[in-house]
């Protein structure tokens, strides 16, 4: 249930109730792929980071331990001990990044796991099975998510998919619910977005899955090879097609400026492994920019990474220790330096849902967008 | 400053006064090689299991980051942010393990570097050095280790130099501490015995080097390829020789067996990489024995890894979680794992001590040498 509180232009301050808990929005969700952060942190530790939704994969949890697995210690939120809301994509975007063979029928796709390259077939009804027996709050429809620039005709075709998988995946989990061993009989549906860069399939798309009348809707096939602007001008396009009493999520989405720029745009939801992967290359989020550990400058430096962060990391120790620890190949370096781009992530949520209180996100957001994206 | 508080046979229950606090013996200090513990655990971490002394090593920090950077940066104690007594070793152990080339002359010792293969020299006043500029509460004397078995003669001109090198140290580390810009003016000096496997060696070297009236001796030179009776053994030989009003510590052991054994032979400080190279393959310990987490028994295990541990790992998390974890490569499976691991050992020191101060230790030891390295 979506509670729109605020809007200032384009952008909205809102909540959102889940069976675990209301989400304040914006939100960034932080990622934990196979039921664990990147880095070592635990659940637990998303907590300080403050991290309000945790995101799982539905295929790399079913490939290992499978969600059956899952399933028997009581489902994700105890497996992992979260008892915060959890999203778990579809399994969508792995199948079509990961697999390397791979061969889609109007049932689904049948490719190679990764892991051993075991057969797997993976259609809306198992997509939704193995989520159902993750039991997290919110399950991402089953969708082909296409690389860009791709051929219209193909892109066409492929999102009529998308929208029949999406009838598919709403009746399997009505039916799935309804059974008594749910794990979590809060479990919602979201649907899918896709289109490529073609704003008209979007905008029809979009259409259709609208009469689904689901308690969310993301806007996949994103940041997957298109420029910025081209990003930005779909979202333009295709928001006012989408309901506005429901959080609408931004997936795989990025940048601080990208967020921004989406926040404008009327986007709720975000996520993305760039705070994650950025740190484990030394790149650090600060509020004049992005720094490189790896540069020589900060040997024995004995600032904070960002002297404007209040996290653990920047109230305890220096550029000077996280350099060599992350020179060192120390698992404390990673460790710290994804606390530290989890936290500045999350804290700049919590900025700019401030500045949407306090009717300030415009002159927030030109403040900003260059400054948090540029290295120093 | 050590104070003796209660002896059962062999065993001593003690007190050791550092700059940086009071250590309560027998001892497991934790090994932070590169000024970080493995697994991705800081310094507040080291508080919450329980950890008394950390240890970190001159050889790596003099390589990386630099001991002059550490200095810079205010020192160990607060280049890692960790208050508590620190130990550093001399050098010694890493010039004689990791060192591919290596040409020991009296003056001290040629090698090549573990990370560029750039030539260093170090001899007992480059060690001492590089401990002050580090700033420990507790520096190890510059000796040679000398794998065993090794040939008497070798051995016997080995260890006369580590004695002739101990007076050096001893030497170097009181004119620097009468410079002002002394990190640490609290550090003090230990000495090591040395003498292979050799009982009358290793008694002539302990009588020599106890005239020195240093504040704590170590065996060294043991856990190198020797039997355990044969380290036992040694520690009987050489233990009525070391000063009774002096801390004793055993380097590099062992595992809990060993830790009782030599407790009962009256060693005070234990070190040991066991917990944490054992985590990283999966061996957990517990009250029962060692569990072996890749077993696919536990895939689907709900309990925690030992029934008897009040750590936060085991508080929180299954058996199925850590090894799933471990399998997927997920850093917070080594974390996890550590974490556990390190309690387990801090955990066992204080069962040791509270055991003396209740006069069973005696009992304690026999209902534990066997179980707690038993394979389940």
Redesign the interface.
Same mark, same amino acid.
């Given at each position: 249930m979506f509670k729109l509180l605020k809007t200032e232009g384009g952008a909205r301050l809102g909540e959102y109730e889940t069976s675990h808990g209301t989400v304040k929005t914006p939100v960034f969700m932080n990622v934990g792929t196979?039921?664990?952060?990147?880095?070592?942190?635990?659940a637990?530790d998303l907590r300080t980071v403050g991290c309000q939704v945790e995101l799982s994969n539905t295929y790399?949890l079913h490939v290992?331990?499978g969600d059956q697995?899952v399933r *028997?210690?009581?489902g994700l939120h105890r497996?992992?001990?979260w008892d915060g809301p959890i999203l778990t994509d579809s399994g969508g975007f792995q199948v079509f990044s990961l697999a390397k063979l791979r061969n889609i029928r109007e049932e689904g796709v049948i490719f190679n796991a990764h892991t051993d390259g075991h057969r797997i077939f993976m259609g809306p009804e198992e997509s939704v099975r193995i989520q159902w027996n993750l039991g997290s709050d919110i399950a991402m429809a089953f969708d082909e998510c296409v690389a860009n620039p791709a051929p219209r005709e193909y892109v066409a075709r492929s999102c009529e998919r998308t929208t029949r998988w999406l009838e598919r995946c709403k009746h399997e989990l009505a039916r799935l619910q309804e059974l008594p061993e749910t794990v979590n009989p809060g479990q919602e549906l979201w649907g899918i977005n896709q289109g490529g860069t073609y704003p008209d399939l979007r905008i029809q798309q979009m259409k259709h899955i609208a009469e689904f009348d689901l308690p969310g809707y993301a806007i996949g096939g994103l940041a997957v090879g298109e420029t910025n602007q081209e990003m930005y001008d779909i979202i333009d396009a295709v928001g006012p097609y989408m309901p506005a009493d429901k959080p609408r999520y931004l997936m795989g989405v990025g940048t601080p400026a990208n967020i921004l720029e989406a926040v404008a745009r009327g986007v709720d939801f975000f996520d993305c492994v760039m705070p994650a992967r950025n740190a484990r290359h030394g790149h650090l989020f600060t509020h004049e920019g992005v720094i490189n550990l790896n540069n020589a400058q900060y040997?024995?430096d004995?600032r904070p990474v960002d002297e404007g962060c209040a996290c653990?990391v920047c109230r305890?120790?220096?550029r000077?220790?996280l350099?060599?620890?992350l020179?060192?190949g *120390?698992?404390?370096?990673?460790?710290?330096a994804v606390f530290h781009n989890l936290w500045f992530y999350n804290n700049l949520m919590t900025e700019i849902r401030v500045a949407l209180e306090e009717g300030r996100f415009e002159h927030f957001r030109r403040e900003n967008t260059e400054k948090l994206s540029r290295r120093i």
């Open positions: 196979q039921a664990a952060i990147k880095g070592g942190l635990s637990y790399h290992r331990p697995v *028997e210690l009581g497996f992992m001990q040997t024995a004995s653990p305890r120790y220096s000077g220790y350099r060599h620890l020179r060192a *120390e698992m404390l370096g990673m460790r710290l």
